[in-house]
C-alpha cells in the first residue's frame, strides 16, 4: 500500500514536472497545447474508489492552476475527466472484464485498449478545457480544431511516456 | 437514515462531482481576488525566481543579439529624445528653467515569464511596487507595445499581454490620424485586428499603426505594427489585420512606462462624464 503511495507521488512530481518545465514551455503556435498531467488520472488503479479519484483530480488540476495561474481552468477539466473515467473505463472493458491488481496500460490490455481508453478521456478533457479557457462560442471552430491537434500532441507524449519512462 | 445512506452511496459521487466543479468555476469567476491568495502569491515568487535563474543562464546565448537592439535603440532614443518630454510653452512667463516637463517616466524591466499560446496571456517582469510599478501602466519593448500592467507585487509585476482576448487599445494609422480600437482574437500570434476605422479612409498594406495617447496609458506615437491585409466586409467599418512590430515569442527586455499626468487627465475627464 505505502508502496503504491510512494510510486504515485513520484508519477504525480514526474509528470507535472514534464508538464510545467518542459511542455508548458513549448510556444509552438496558439494550437498546439499538449497536456499530459492527465496521464496521472489515466493511470490510477482499476480499484480506485471514485471519491479519491476526484479528489486526487482536484489536487492535480490546483496544482496546475495555481502553477500556472489559470483560475480554475484545469481543475474543473480534470475533475471532469476524473469524474467520467469509471464510465469510460466500463464502456472500453475486454470481454472478460479487468482483473483486479493490474493497472490500466499497454502492458495489461494491450497497446489497442490503452490508445482508445486515453483518446476518448484525454479529447473529453481537452474539449472541456479549451472551450472553458475561451468561454464563448464566438470561435467555435478554432477552438475545435485547437482540442484537436491538442488531443493529437498529448496523445503521442503520453505513448512516448508510457513506453520510456514508465515501464516500472 | 438508511435510504439517506443508500441515496449517499448511490450519488456520493456525483455530489462531490458537482460540488468539486462548483468550486473549479469559483476560482474561475473570482480571479482577481484569487491573486491575492498568500500562497499563490508565495508560489508565484518561488516561481518567478527560479524562472529568473533558468533565464539567466540562457540570456548568456543571446547576449550579442540584445546587444545589437540595445545600440539600435539607444541610437533611436537619442534621436528622439523630445519625444517623452511634452512641450509646455503657455508657461513661458514663469522664470523657470524647463520649455519642457517630463510626462513619461521609463522603467526597464526583464521579462521572467511570458507566453503566446493561450487564449489569455500573461507576462511576468521582474519588477514591481518596490520599482515604482502601479497598475495600469503600459509595457513596450523595443520594437513596439508589449502589455499592459494588471498585477504588481512587492519585485514582481504581471502583465496583461497584448495576446489576450481582454486586451483593448486606441490605435491609429500614423499617415493620416485615423483611429480605432486594437484587439486581439486569439488566433494567429502575428496577426492583431484593428476596428472600428470608417471604409472611406484609404488604407494600403504596409501602412504603420500606431498609439494614440487617448487612454493615458501608452505615450502616443509608439509603434504597433503594419498593415497585414484588410477586408470592406460590407459594413461601414473596415476590418484589419495588423502585423505587430514585437515578436512575443522572444521578449527579453521591455520598459514599464509611468505616466505621470495620468491621473490628472483621468480627474478631469471623470469630471466632465459626471456632469453629462
Redesign the interface.
Do not use: M, P
Given at each position: 500500500m505505502l508502496n503504491t503511495i510512494l510510486k504515485y507521488t513520484g508519477l504525480f512530481i514526474l509528470l507535472l514536472a514534464i508538464q510545467l518545465l518542459l511542455l508548458?514551455n513549448?510556444?509552438?503556435?496558439?494550437f498546439?497545447?499538449p497536456y499530459i498531467y492527465i496521464l496521472f488520472i489515466l493511470l490510477l488503479p482499476f480499484e480506485t474508489p471514485?471519491?479519491l479519484l476526484?479528489?486526487l483530480?482536484?489536487a492535480t488540476?490546483m496544482v496546475m492552476?495555481?502553477?500556472s495561474?489559470?483560475?480554475?481552468?484545469h481543475?474543473?477539466a480534470t475533475?471532469?475527466a476524473g469524474?467520467l473515467r469509471p464510465y469510460v473505463l466500463n464502456f472500453v472493458a475486454p470481454h472478460e472484464g479487468y482483473e483486479l491488481g493490474d493497472l490500466p496500460g499497454i502492458k495489461a490490455y494491450g497497446f489497442r485498449w490503452f490508445i482508445t481508453y486515453v483518446i476518448i478521456i484525454v479529447a473529453l478533457h481537452h474539449f472541456f478545457l479549451f472551450y472553458?479557457?475561451?468561454f464563448k462560442f464566438e470561435?467555435f471552430f478554432?477552438t475545435l480544431l485547437r482540442v484537436l491537434l491538442s488531443t493529437g500532441f498529448t496523445l503521442m507524449f503520453i505513448v512516448i511516456v508510457q513506453s520510456v519512462i514508465i515501464r516500472r | 437514515m438508511r435510504s439517506l445512506l443508500n441515496f449517499l452511496k448511490k450519488f456520493?459521487?456525483v455530489l462531490?462531482?458537482i460540488l468539486?466543479?462548483l468550486?473549479?468555476?469559483?476560482?474561475?469567476a473570482a480571479?482577481p481576488n484569487?491573486?491575492n491568495i498568500k500562497?499563490?502569491k508565495a508560489?508565484?515568487a518561488t516561481?518567478a525566481a527560479m524562472r529568473k535563474k533558468i533565464n539567466n543562464a540562457v540570456d548568456y546565448f543571446s547576449l550579442s543579439d540584445i546587444n545589437k537592439q540595445l545600440v539600435r535603440e539607444n541610437e533611436e532614443l537619442k534621436n528622439t529624445l523630445q519625444r517623452i518630454y511634452k512641450s509646455e510653452e503657455l508657461t513661458t512667463f514663469n522664470v523657470t528653467d524647463s520649455i519642457y516637463r517630463q510626462q513619461y517616466v521609463y522603467i526597464s524591466a526583464a521579462v521572467v515569464n511570458n507566453?503566446?499560446?493561450?487564449?489569455?496571456n500573461?507576462i511576468t517582469l521582474d519588477r514591481g511596487r518596490l520599482s515604482g510599478v502601479k497598475e495600469d501602466m503600459a509595457v513596450i519593448c523595443p520594437e513596439g507595445i508589449v502589455g499592459i500592467i494588471v498585477e504588481v507585487g512587492r519585485n514582481y509585476s504581471?502583465a496583461m499581454s497584448v495576446l489576450n482576448?481582454e486586451f483593448r487599445l486606441s490605435a491609429r494609422l500614423s499617415k493620416n490620424g485615423y483611429f480605432g480600437s486594437l484587439t486581439w482574437?486569439?488566433?494567429?500570434?502575428n496577426s492583431l485586428i484593428l476596428k472600428e476605422i470608417p471604409n472611406h479612409v484609404n488604407v494600403s498594406v504596409g501602412d504603420t499603426v500606431e498609439t494614440t495617447g487617448y487612454s493615458a496609458v501608452f505615450p502616443e506615437g509608439i509603434m504597433i505594427g503594419t498593415i497585414s491585409d484588410f477586408d470592406e466586409r460590407g459594413g461601414d467599418f473596415l476590418d484589419i489585420k495588423i502585423q505587430p512590430s514585437t515578436d512575443f515569442?522572444k521578449l527579453s527586455n521591455a520598459y514599464i512606462i509611468a505616466n505621470l499626468k495620468k491621473d490628472e487627465q483621468l480627474k478631469i475627464e471623470s469630471g466632465i462624464q459626471g456632469t453629462r
Open positions: 508548458n513549448i510556444q509552438f503556435s496558439g498546439v497545447n471514485s471519491w476526484l479528489i483530480s482536484f488540476g492552476d495555481i502553477s495561474v489559470t483560475h480554475g481552468i481543475t474543473s475533475v471532469f469524474f472553458i479557457e475561451v470561435y478554432r | 456520493g459521487n462531490l462531482f468539486l466543479e468550486i473549479a468555476f469559483y476560482l474561475l480571479r484569487y491573486h500562497l499563490t508560489i508565484n516561481k507566453s503566446v499560446n493561450k487564449q489569455k500573461y504581471i482576448l482574437d486569439g488566433g494567429n500570434v515569442r
